[in-house]
């Protein structure tokens, strides 16, 4: 609870600052918009735990909220500003500044002096207050939203503003985000009617922080925080059931993607040494190699056509048959990590999960689907990249590091397990051998040497 000599130096800090103000430029950025994968790719490029995401809310019913993953850090709403709502607003300050609330010390608020950056401020509100949760050297290492945190902890409100306001850093993260996801893009002279607020939970009370307003909002004890903000967002709604513009998204953290840590058997059979003959391909081979290839390239031609709409719909139909996807990524010690995504989700996801069990998360690596074929285009879906339903990957570091060290945190290396045959990724059919006990174990010998016309890539597709 705030002391009355901290409100006396919080609200003398305040006047100060606001004499200031009065000579300071108009600062106006672009909207971001109410889209999660922007908010995602903003907190994630920024130094917090991919494990933690924002996700759409569709509804304030209690079977719809009971469809949102837990747990919940933050909300953040979308509403309109109307003539109701200001008259509102007006009235609860006012009843509020005569009734003093019960302001946690713990609580973090930022006043908003940015004209348009209401969404920036509401993902500050969010992370400042479950920094516990989601910001971290354990996790990600520094970033610039764990920087801002640090360097205005001890701050007034106001004094936060005027941080973020000369903060190049932020302002460049916001404007390249604020192109992103748009349909067309946004006008910085346009007057928005359109507002961001957050919603979190701190010591047991929920609070709404609006960066317009002149303090946060205590709205009391609750036992269910998002049950609580939904009724709150809900009042926003009945005030005016006309306007159908509110959206709402909830940072919350993902269940884990049924990750494995596995490991190769370490009595495996050893491969013999073949002679150099095994290698080299007869006049036979070589004809046979080039008829399928002839046979490839004439099928390819002869083909029918396809419209744009009849692939997208054999790609929507894929993509209901296979919605998750199986990932191993065999890291350079040969441990093995597996885990599942969405097909839906990004080649960038799955970088950033890896991030966040690596020992070293600063060092920069690349994934790579054998044999040469770099994971490098970070929007792309899974589904897209080909690696539905399941694939195998190979890690490889591009910044040396310490001579020894270990690729993963020692808390996934203690989860480490077997891998066995039967612990296959993608299912595949196998065919019962009739041979002789030595063919067969011939056979499998040479399957596992690679020749060196295949190593050189000769026969790879382009």
């Not at 950025?29 to 490029?45: G, R, S, T, Y």
């Not at 370490?266 to 040494?273: D, L, T």
């Not at 950033?352 to 929007?379: A, G, M």
């Amino acid at each position: 609870m705030n002391t009355e000599q901290d409100t006396l130096n919080s609200k003398k800090s305040e006047q100060e600052l606001g004499e200031k103000a009065k000579d300071r430029k108009i600062i106006k950025w672009l909207p971001l918009e109410a889209n999660p994968d922007v908010w995602n790719k903003i907190l994630h490029n920024n130094g917090v735990n991919p494990n933690w995401k924002f996700t759409d809310i569709y509804g304030f019913d209690s079977e719809t909220l009971a469809m949102i993953p837990r747990p919940v850090a933050a909300i953040i709403f979308l509403f309109p500003i109307t003539d109701a709502y200001e008259e509102f607003r007006k009235r609860e300050e006012t009843h509020l500044k005569a009734h003093e609330q019960d302001i946690s010390a713990k609580l973090i608020y930022y006043k908003q002096t940015i004209s348009n950056a209401c969404g920036m401020m509401a993902l500050l509100h969010s992370i400042a207050n479950n920094d516990h949760l989601v910001v971290g050297a354990k996790h990600v290492g520094s970033g610039v939203f764990q920087t801002i945190l640090q360097e205005t902890r001890n701050m007034s409100p106001m004094e936060r503003a005027e941080y973020l306001e000369k903060c190049a850093d932020l302002a460049e993260i916001h404007a390249i985000s604020a192109n992103e996801g748009q349909t067309e893009t946004p006008d910085i002279t346009e007057k928005l009617r359109l507002h961001f607020i957050c919603f979190v939970e701190v010591d047991k009370d929920l609070y709404e922080l609006d960066g317009r307003r002149s303090f946060p909002i205590n709205h009391g004890k609750c036992s269910n925080f998002v049950q609580s903000a939904a009724e709150i967002m809900t009042q926003f709604v009945d005030r005016n059931p006309e306007e159908k513009e509110y959206s709402a998204i909830a940072l919350s953290q993902i269940p884990s993607q049924e990750l494995k840590i596995l490991s190769p058997p370490k009595n495996g059979a050893s491969i013999p040494e073949l002679p150099e003959s095994a290698y080299k391909l007869d006049a036979n081979e070589i004809k046979q190699l080039y008829q399928s290839s002839v046979e490839r390239r004439q099928n390819f031609e002869n083909r029918p056509l396809k419209t744009q709409k009849m692939r997208d719909s054999e790609d929507q139909e894929k993509l209901k048959k296979y919605p998750k996807t199986t990932i191993r990524v065999r890291m350079p010690d040969h441990t093995i990590v597996q885990a599942v995504f969405q097909s839906k989700e990004k080649v960038f996801d799955v970088y950033e999960f890896l991030r966040s069990l690596l020992e070293t998360p600063e060092r920069k690596f690349v994934l790579c689907l054998p044999p040469r074929t770099k994971l490098v285009e970070p929007s792309i879906t899974l589904f897209k990249a080909g690696l539905s339903p399941a694939s195998n990957v190979l890690f490889g570091w591009i910044e040396k590091g310490e001579k020894g060290g270990k690729d993963l945190k020692e808390e996934y290396l203690a989860m480490k397990q077997d891998l066995t045959s039967a612990a296959s990724p993608q299912s595949q059919s196998s065919t019962v051998s009739t041979t002789s006990t030595s063919n067969s174990e011939t056979k499998s010998s040479t399957s596992k040497s690679i020749p060196k016309w295949i190593q050189k890539g000769l026969f790879n597709k382009k």
